[in-house]
């Protein structure tokens, strides 16, 4: 079943109820400024073609009169979401709001790029349920561009790599790519926290330091989204250095990797993040304050985050998310440090930093391809031939 309801205004009230339903006819009819007899005929027709379903009743309170909210059927699609980091290949299959149902990852056997549809192609073979997904969306970390194109991907070693074309000719499906933040701060926008705020900011911890930013409702991104331009950004004079010999970069205090290496050195001994943290947590000195001074160092890239944004909160997420938990005092001693006292505080939000998370996120750049039709002309007869015969 394709989401293709009849007109321009029919898709407007199944997006309406796909991002903020179950949702009464009345209090569509409100959000949409729609007469309600006009609301009365689409939802029919959408009820009509299987997109929506009147769910239990809940008592109106103002009126009294019983309403029959409507809803999506989230089961009747699913999409796949695959992430690709320069050694592993993930992916979750979700329905229509981006709930994971399964959920899978191995290592990559090969980074060339016709081996790498090829494994997406089994690995979606083995993960569907029933039949091919409606759509797949594939995040990684790098630029991308028209939704199709891997410009670059240093991870994976890429560069013009048209992914969509190679994974569309080895799946019956369309193929959407994109930066993997991107794909990250749109989950949190459509499904996430990010539900119904307008402006916001999603930093993330990993192997890198990631930024995104909706501002009026809109993602941020241009041609230079994935490059990675918040990575660098100098927290502290006096900080250790990253890979590039800046001192006290965001990637120098905050990526995982920085402080493995920071810790391992002060006990002598190789330790990996999560040990990291749990000294810090059982107070063990050292990994106690090389902690302390990344959380510092975090909570002072949220306050120029807040300060130059203005969002309404801050949202942070990526594997190493258990930073700003452990650390979450001295991250906020770095927000007071860098905001006016008459500023409003900041809310900071915690997500989940696994593998499924990016996954989703991945997942919901296929959901709104797929909603928003974003296809066109690309899928199918338009795929360029050539272009994949140069990549095998
Ligand atoms: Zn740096």
Known sequence: MAWKPSDDLSHTVALEVLLHGPLSRSDLARRLALAPATLTRISSELIDAGLFVE??????KRTGRPSIPLDVIPGTHHFL????????????????????LRYEEEPLASTSPVAVAAQIAALEARLRVDEPPAAIGIGLGGVVTDGRKVASAPFLHWQEVPLADLVEAACDAPVFVANDLTAFTESQHWFGVGRGHEN????????????????NGRLLANEDSGVGLVGHWPL??????????????????????????????ALNRPVGFEEAVELAEAGEPAAREILDASGRGLGRLVAAVANLTAPDMVVVGGEGVRLAEVAAASMRDGIRADRDPRASEVVVELVS???????????????QGYVLDRTGSLHGSQRNPREIAEHR
């Open 55 to 60: 769910v239990p009743e809940l008592a109106e």
């Open 81 to 100: 979401g695959v992430k690709l980091s320069g050694d592993t290949l993930m992916a979750a299959v979700t329905d229509l709001r981006a709930d994971i």
């Open 200 to 215: 916001f900011a999603v930093l993330t911890l990993g192997i890198g330091v990631g930024y995104g930013c909706v501002a």
């Open 236 to 265: 502290d004079p006096f900080g250790p250095l990253c890979v590039k010999g800046h001192r006290g970069c965001a990637e120098g205090l905050l990526a995982i990797q920085s402080i493995e290496r920071d810790v391992s050195t």
């Open 353 to 367: 930093g696994g593998n499924d998370s990016w996954c989703r996120g991945a997942a919901v750049i296929a959901i």
